[in-house]
Structures are given as structure tokens and as C-alpha cells.
């Protein structure tokens, strides 16, 4: 079968548009409703107990947009888009930012491991070995003098075990004001001088510009490991606590229910806001989750609860949506619930 001219030209058009509306990246990034799965293959205690129930990991989905993706994100509820960069800052490559991400998410499993082991009463040691910078401030003291990985164990001086002590230190100076960061690279030991400076739309608050977590090492005894793989970010934390404490404890505390939630734990157990949720919510009823519990900010408006319980309602799902402020909050809740 001969092709003419025009038809070749005609389908080399179609191929090139069909191209362009499926592969074509726009600058912007859209996030969606990911899946909700069970932590017992991802969280696994040393002899930990077996429950009737399971914790659910919930998870976003997200990816820089095509034309075709964009529309559809324009039709479908719960998809968000976002300009590429609010996701991902100007100069951050995709593998600096997946490291971000990466770090974030060893540092919720940190966090959640010490508050399980601890309100389940068992073994662990916690040696503290500095500040990682995770992020720099694109325009602040940081940024070309200190990058993501540096490892800061001291400022004037002063010895720097985790980020409450740098935060602090550099809170009782003025803007202006030159500090001294000692940090390691590479396994050398490195210092810059640096001038505090007013973060740009807030000026009450001064620093040089970078996100930092605590550098830990933390031993517990029966171990626990984590297999997330590439999921990153804090989210996890709240649901990683409670099925690391669910394995520890000899009591079901799923009661044979399926739990999902999300939240940011700190290391005293307090669980922060996220983004997403309405879209985790949308994931956990797909999963058929009975119980999902969200951040409840201490009330205030347009809090994660807020926004979770307005999903569940819009959705129509029988879920159960439960406001909580930290991890023993979840636990009561569970504790009082009669087997399902």
C-alpha cells in the first residue's frame, strides 16, 4: 500500500502531536491520590507480635505534568497542580531532591522508632552526632558555603549535637551578627563565617538559611527495620510509631480493624501537619480502611483533621476520621475499642 505525500506529512504531524500531549513535561507537577498500603512487609520488629488487624501506609502521587496529565488533573477531584517550582526550587536537581526526601523519611523512622520503643518500655540508647544541612535557601548566608549532606558539629565553638542547638544558639543573636559553622564534608573537617541574616518575609526571624535534621544514632533492642524503599518524605512517622508499637506488645491493638493515618511525628511522640490529606484520605477508603487518623493542629481552622473529615464526607465513606495531637492520643483511642 503506497502512502502520498500528504498522508506521510499527515501522519508524521499526528505522531509528533500524539508525542508532545503524552511526553511533553510542563512546568508544573501534579499530586494525586497514591495507595494505602499495609506496613507489615515494609516494618518488621525482631520476634514482634502478629496482629488481626494491619497500619496502613498512606502515599501521594506526584509527577512533573503533560499536556494530557495536566487536563485530566483539571477534571478529576482530589488532583492538585502545583508550578514545578513550589515543588522543587530553582537549582535543586530530581536525585538532590529525592535525597531530601530520602533523609526526611530515615529521620521519621528515627523519630518513630524512639517514640514506639520507649512508650512500649524497651531497650534502646540514642547517641547524638550533629546536624545534616537537608536543604539550602536559595539567596541566604548558606547558600554556595554550606550544601545538602554537610554534616555541622559545632558553632563558635560550641559543640552542636542536634538541631535544637543550633536553632537555640543562633536565636540569641542579632541580624548581622557573623557566627562560625564547623562541619564535616567528606570526611574532612571544614569552617565557614557566616552572617545572620532576616529571612525575607519574616522579620522577626533570622538563621543563614538552611533545613537541618538530627544526626542520631539510635540502638534498639529487638531490632526493627524499615524497607520503604524509594517513598520519601516525614509522613510516615505517625503510622511507623504505631506498628513498631504493635509489634513490641504482646496486645492487639488493631482489634482486627484496618488503620490508616498520617502525620509528622516529633521525638516526643507530638504528630505535625502534612500535606495531601485529603488525597490520603481518598486512597485509605479505596483500600477499605475502617479508621483514619489525622493531625488535629489543636483546632485550629483548616486544620489536617478539618480537611480530612470534609473529604470523608464528600466522598461518602463509611471511614472514621479521628482528630489527634500526638502518638498516645492514637493509642487511647485504639485502646478503648472493642474487637471488630
Not at 78 to 95: A, C, F, K, N, T
Not at 103 to 121: C, G, I, L, P
Request: proline share 4%.
Amino acid at each position: 500500500m503506497k502512502f502520498t505525500k500528504k498522508q506521510v506529512v499527515a501522519l508524521v504531524i499526528v505522531v509528533i502531536l500524539a508525542y508532545f500531549l503524552a511526553a511533553f513535561k510542563l512546568p508544573y507537577y501534579i499530586y494525586k491520590p497514591g495507595g494505602a498500603d499495609a506496613l507489615n512487609p515494609i516494618v518488621s520488629v525482631e520476634n514482634g507480635y502478629q496482629s488481626t488487624g494491619d497500619m496502613h501506609l498512606v502515599t501521594v502521587s506526584g509527577g512533573q505534568a503533560t499536556p494530557i496529565q495536566f487536563v485530566w488533573a483539571k477534571l478529576l477531584p482530589h488532583h492538585q497542580i502545583l508550578p514545578l517550582e513550589e515543588v522543587r526550587p530553582e537549582g535543586i536537581s530530581d536525585d538532590e531532591y529525592m535525597h531530601a526526601q530520602l533523609q526526611m523519611m530515615e529521620n521519621s523512622q528515627e523519630a518513630s522508632t524512639v517514640v514506639a520503643y520507649e512508650a512500649a518500655d524497651k531497650d534502646i540508647t540514642i547517641d547524638y552526632n550533629g546536624v545534616f544541612v537537608v536543604s539550602v535557601v536559595e539567596g541566604m548566608p548558606a547558600d554556595g558555603k554550606l550544601k545538602m549532606g554537610d554534616r555541622i558539629i559545632g558553632i563558635d565553638g560550641v559543640n552542636v549535637k542536634e538541631a535544637d542547638d543550633l536553632i537555640k544558639y543562633v536565636e540569641s543573636k542579632n541580624a548581622n551578627d557573623t557566627i562560625e559553622v564547623e562541619f564535616v564534608r567528606d570526611e574532612s573537617t571544614r569552617f565557614e563565617e557566616l552572617q545572620l541574616k532576616t529571612f525575607e518575609g519574616a522579620e522577626n526571624k533570622i538563621g543563614i538559611g538552611i533545613q537541618l535534621v538530627t544526626d542520631r544514632s539510635v540502638t534498639v533492642d529487638p531490632s526493627v527495620e524499615f524497607s520503604s524503599g524509594s517513598i520519601g518524605g516525614p509522613s510516615a512517622g505517625l503510622m511507623f510509631s504505631l506498628e513498631i508499637y504493635d509489634q513490641l506488645t504482646e496486645d492487639d491493638i488493631t482489634k482486627g480493624f484496618e488503620i490508616a493515618g498520617t502525620g509528622e511525628i516529633d521525638y516526643d511522640g507530638t504528630v505535625y501537619r502534612i500535606g495531601g490529606i485529603d488525597k490520603k484520605v481518598v486512597a485509605a477508603d479505596k483500600e477499605g480502611v475502617d479508621i483514619f487518623f489525622a493531625p488535629n493542629e489543636n483546632g485550629k481552622e483548616n486544620s489536617n483533621y478539618q480537611v480530612a473529615a470534609k473529604t470523608a464526607e464528600e466522598i461518602g465513606t463509611e471511614m472514621k476520621v479521628v482528630p489527634i495531637e500526638t502518638f498516645q492520643d492514637a493509642i487511647e483511642y485504639l485502646e478503648q475499642l472493642d474487637l471488630k
